[in-house]
């Protein structure tokens, strides 16, 4: 990467718009570099594309390892390629931010859809900050977008913040989980029903269907007690098997469904909107605490406030202030 | 409030930690001013009393108005104070911050427990940011604990962030709700079930008896679908009724079942402490984000920003690039 030459934006827009993958593959790998020059160029590149971005359908995918996201992903983009759509699967690994490997979007687990021309899987930005990998899972949306994809489905592991993050970047939020053996905890995760629009139990085949129609059957009564996160939608809970396709197809009719509705009380829009909102003031809140994390001043100080903190021996607002004011009265 | 003299520190301190009322009372006022000049002598206040604060038992109650946290909170304050605790009730009442006038801690619905010298009742501060009362309501347990109650009971009303922030102050964290017919999706908040440590169905009396069991029955499926927050301790349900006193001491049973758990595993001081690193974090990010709004180059630029982003001209990082720039790059 230290060796790629300068990003040529003119150009890169062009065959980006398109659909060349190679240069849409090249604008991605700019999106996600953290050297400051391939920064601005990124910047400026987003820019440009934002009046091509916004068309597709964002759907958030979520579950443990082991619920068979990537098996479910590969069953129904092929499924929605072959009715015509172009398919972008992007994946959100926070665990890969800190191991600094990526666990996700392994084309390896999604052979025949990794094949299809009509499909673009991208693994995990590999590296950074939670924050940094958001930006970058944004950005990398707008891209997708600009070339022309018309479902980008992004996938994350039920680990840490992830889910939260993913689930205010799309438009629609499936959950999977696995028919536990009476013991539904360990398939799905604290807050996580809350952020559901539909919640679908895997692995709905041979002698798992009774477990899982059980399991629908609980999941309905919990989430009938959760108000919804919607006015115009009340979250659903599904069953299916990517192996026999049960259960596939109502899953993207729900989908599809909650766009509609969505679009017809103008909530799409304006969730959009929010969104993006809210994605500018988390920008400027951990631009700002990165900025004072930098700051030699607060660096000195902060470690011992923090310890006299925790232990009871100063107040977290007196040693707020002194860190506030360390910072703010630099320059 | 403008005419009151400056706080003599050292008398306070003295007579607030010799249990005088009147002193409780003016510390509160002058730790809940926001006069600059009232700020430095709080600080100093909070400071010194910290040494003594910290070991009553501090307990959150939720619920949407009319479920009868007013009436419970009378109920079981007077059963404390029968049993020689002494019982300090705060309230945090968002609407009041936007408001500027509170709804809630009001002594005229605790008539009897009001009277009761054992016991104090402070309604929520009123006007400010949901940050301010956060750290308002944070330095008031300091003071009350160092005024030597046993018992912090923090009152607030299901609305906005107010029931989060509570529980990142508290130990135990209590949710009250109602049977509605069928329907309980009015009587709770998204969220809230992530955050009980006990839920109880209130008015389980006469002819609600039925409907409160079988909520009872719903909200534990509910629960036993969500990892408890605590690996120590499984979130419980209960009914109780403020008239009856049925389940007021299986309620407080579970109060102290907890803090017995959570101290042997050393879990109880751990959470202490994560608290106030918390409350460290989040006062430093709202002084962060109330100087950057403060500041006179970024508010001429946030409006026009954040509309341009909201509706998808500029990129919610550019965007953002661009605020932090005008704030860092001044003074």
Request: proline letters at 3%; charged letters at 25%.
């Amino acid at each position: 990467m230290g060796r790629r030459r300068r990003f040529d934006l003119d150009h890169g827009v062009e065959a980006l718009c398109a659909g060349d993958r190679a240069a849409l593959g090249r604008a991605i790998t700019l999106v996600e570099s953290r050297r400051e020059a391939d920064r601005i160029d990124a910047d400026a590149l987003v820019h440009r594309l934002l009046p091509y971005a916004g068309q597709a359908l964002r759907v958030g995918i979520t579950g443990m390892p082991g619920v068979g996201k990537s098996t479910l992903i590969e069953a129904l983009g092929q499924r929605l390629v072959a009715a015509g759509q172009r398919v972008a699967v992007l994946a959100v690994d926070p665990s890969s931010a800190r191991s600094g490997g990526s666990i996700l979007g392994d084309k390896t687990r999604m052979t025949q859809l990794a094949r299809d021309p009509r499909a673009f899987i991208r693994p995990s930005p590999s590296g950074g900050a939670l924050g940094g990998v958001a930006r970058r899972t944004r950005e990398t949306i707008v891209l997708v977008e600009a070339a022309g994809y018309d479902v980008v489905l992004v996938e994350t592991v039920g680990v840490g913040q992830s889910e939260v993050m993913v689930a205010n970047m799309v438009d629609f939020f499936l959950v999977l989980t696995l028919a536990g053996g009476g013991d539904e905890l360990q398939g799905i995760k604290r807050g996580i029903l809350e952020l559901c629009d539909l919640l679908v139990v895997t692995k709905a085949d041979g002698d798992n269907m009774q477990a899982a129609r059980r399991a629908r059957a609980e999941y309905e009564g919990a989430l009938a007690l959760m108000p919804p996160r919607s006015p115009g939608w009340k979250p659903r809970v599904g069953i299916c098997s990517a192996v026999t396709g049960e259960g596939l197809d109502a899953l993207w009719q729900a989908v599809q469904e909650h766009r509609a509705v969505l679009r017809g009380s103008g909530e799409w829009e304006r969730r959009r909107g929010e969104q993006r909102v809210h994605w500018l003031w988390q920008s400027i809140r951990d631009g700002l605490q990165e900025a004072l994390e930098r700051d030699d001043g607060v660096r000195r100080r902060l470690a011992e406030l923090e310890q006299a903190v925790r232990n009871g021996a100063t107040s977290p607002d007196v040693a707020a202030a002194q860190v506030l004011a360390a910072f703010l009265s630099r320059g």
